[in-house]
């Protein structure tokens, strides 16, 4: 019960308050309250004039929950990911476990994901004629297959140019 109206005293939000943040929007000040409900789930509510009094009234056990519900959001959103990244690896000549170790030996980011899939799978197609493309995709899949000479399957500057090729 932590949004109430100065003026007429009614609840205007039930949940408790978390965080308060002023902020300015166009010219005039605004509260930026955070909230978690009884799941756990944040909210940020905007508040503007001064008729409404917010105070911090979160409890311990409501910030247990609240923990709970992000990590349990966390765990779920790394499974969707993982399962979107198996997806791309099909048809790469890769299995979902060597996708994801070249992944993580080329410090790719996730954005880059796609283009790494795109790339491999035209080299699996040979529909690339840069015989310096399929030199360093050669390389790359060698190491992501298991033959590991060195901790990363390109050198710094092989890298750099393999990153030009996703973008293509």
Known sequence: MAIVNRETGEVTYSGQVYDIKGATRL?????LVTVIDD???AREITITGHQFEVSKDVTTERMKIHRERMLQLSRVAGFAQLRQIVEQSKGTGLSPR???????GLNLEDYQTSGLSN???KF??????SNFKISLITQAIKWAKGNREFKQPLSRAQMNYFQDFLED
Request: glycine content about 4%; overall charge neutral; charged content about 40%.
């Open 98 to 104: 060597q996708f994801i170790e070249l992944l993580k």
């Open 27 to 31: 010219d005039y000040f605004v509260d």
């Open 119 to 121: 790339l491999l799978k």
């Open 124 to 129: 699996e197609a040979k529909k690339l004629r």
């Open 39 to 41: 799941l756990g789930d």
